[in-house]
């Protein structure tokens, strides 16, 4: 079982950044790709950014390319995943939920809602004008 905790959402304006962090813990081996999802109001989740095991692939959503980077650290017994979301912009409120995959490769990246397997509970992110 893993557990994973967002952290470091809140109110911020037009222009402005959050950092996201995601704590995974609990049975980890081999190697997972992580990612971030949101959903906004009346929305489906998208996929925002996901990275592979070693960070060597990383994939955007067009529409946060260029303004949102993907981070991880893979400690021994804790993995530590990070979003980094700068000139924010009114389209990015919505919760935002770190995800793993715990089958398949670890070097694919996948966009694919449904084939991340653990959730955390999700951080809300308010961009204002």
């Known amino acids: 079982q893993v557990q994973l905790v967002e952290s470091g959402g809140g109110v911020v304006e037009v222009g402005g950044s959050l950092r996201l962090s995601c704590t995974a813990s609990?049975?980890?081996?081999?190697?997972?790709?992580m990612a971030w999802l949101r959903q906004a109001p009346g929305r489906e989740r998208e996929f925002v950014a996901g990275i592979s095991w070693s960070g060597r692939n990383t994939d955007y959503a067009d529409s946060v390319k260029g303004r949102f980077t993907i981070s991880r650290d893979n400690a021994k017994n804790t993995l530590m995943s990070y979003l980094q979301m700068n000139s924010l912009e009114r389209e990015d409120t919505g919760v935002y939920y770190c995800?793993?995959?715990?089958?398949?490769?670890?070097?694919?990246?996948?966009?694919?809602?449904?084939?991340?397997?653990?959730w955390g509970q999700g951080t809300q992110v308010t961009v204002s004008s």
């Open positions: 995800a793993v995959r715990t089958y398949g490769s670890s070097w694919d990246v996948s966009r694919g809602v449904h084939e991340y397997n653990y």
């Open positions: 609990g049975y980890i081996s081999g190697g997972y790709p």
